[in-house]
Nanobody, 119 residues
Framework: QVQLVESGGGLVQAGGSLRISCTAS????????MGWYRQAPEKQRELVAV???????NYADSLKGRFTISRDNTKNTVYLQMNSLRPEDTAVYYCHATIRWLGNEYAYWGQGTQVTVSS
């Protein structure tokens, strides 16, 4: 089991920056990927960025260059630095983590943190 707690969401003006964090607890030694997804009102949840335990990253194509994901394995924390924010970035951002245990992979979600970008 892994518990994920996000922090750092809030209200920011268009063009501004925001960093959100997610700290994992529980079976973190088995953790593989950590990442972020987002869900805007009346839209499906979508990938923002994912980072592996070794630092390999994967981004949504539309967000490359504005968003940066990083990870501190000593703190079991993943960060998302968001720059040049746009109103269309407004969404609930969910932390996601996967662990591998006895040959099976399990996925966990945080409760989400609201990011609102005003125009």
């Amino acid at each position: 089991q892994v518990q994920l707690v996000e922090s750092g969401g809030g209200l920011v003006q268009a063009g501004g920056s925001l960093r959100i964090s997610c700290t994992a607890s529980g079976s973190t030694s088995s953790m593989k990927t950590m990442g972020w997804y987002r869900q805007a009102p009346e839209k499906q949840r979508e990938l923002v960025a994912v980072i592996g335990s070794g630092g390999t990253t994967n981004y949504a194509d539309s967000l490359k260059g504005r968003f940066t994901i990083s990870r501190d394995n000593t703190k079991n924390t993943v960060y998302l630095q968001m720059n040049s924010l746009r109103p269309e970035d407004t969404a609930v951002y969910y932390c996601h983590a996967t662990i591998r245990w006895l040959g099976n992979e399990y996925a966990y979600w945080g409760q989400g943190t609201q990011v609102t970008v005003s125009s």
